[in-house]
Nanobody
Framework: QVQLVESGGGLVQAGGSLRLSCTASGSIDSIGNMAWYRQAPGKQRELVATITSGGSTNSADSVKGRFTISRDNAKNTAYLQMNSLKPEDTAVYYC?????????????WGQGTQVTVSS
């Protein structure tokens, strides 16, 4: 059984910063892609940023230059550094990992962490 636990969300003023963390635990052989998604009230879940096992990153246009995804493979952890936050960044943020167990890969989700940006 694999679990992803997120932390770091909260309430921040516009222009402020937050750092989200997501750590996987359990029977893990390796972790491939790690990603952060977000879902605002009344909207669909959207991809925010991804990072491959080799460290290549990609991010949504709406967060480019403000958010940075990174990972620590030794800790099975992904991070999302969020700077210059805007009210429109308010959402529940979810991490998603592709975990390899034996010869198969599985997709796991974190429980979500609320980020609220006040104007």
């Amino acid at each position: 059984q694999v679990q992803l636990v997120e932390s770091g969300g909260g309430l921040v003023q516009a222009g402020g910063s937050l750092r989200l963390s997501c750590t996987a635990s359990g029977s893990i052989d390796s972790i491939g892609n790690m990603a952060w998604y977000r879902q605002a009230p009344g909207k669909q879940r959207e991809l925010v940023a991804t990072i491959t096992s080799g460290g290549s990153t990609n991010s949504a246009d709406s967060v480019k230059g403000r958010f940075t995804i990174s990972r620590d493979n030794a800790k099975n952890t992904a991070y999302l550094q969020m700077n210059s936050l805007k009210p429109e960044d308010t959402a529940v943020y979810y991490c998603n990992f592709v975990v390899r167990i034996g010869v198969r890969s599985y997709s796991y989700w974190g429980q979500g962490t609320q980020v609220t940006v006040s104007s």
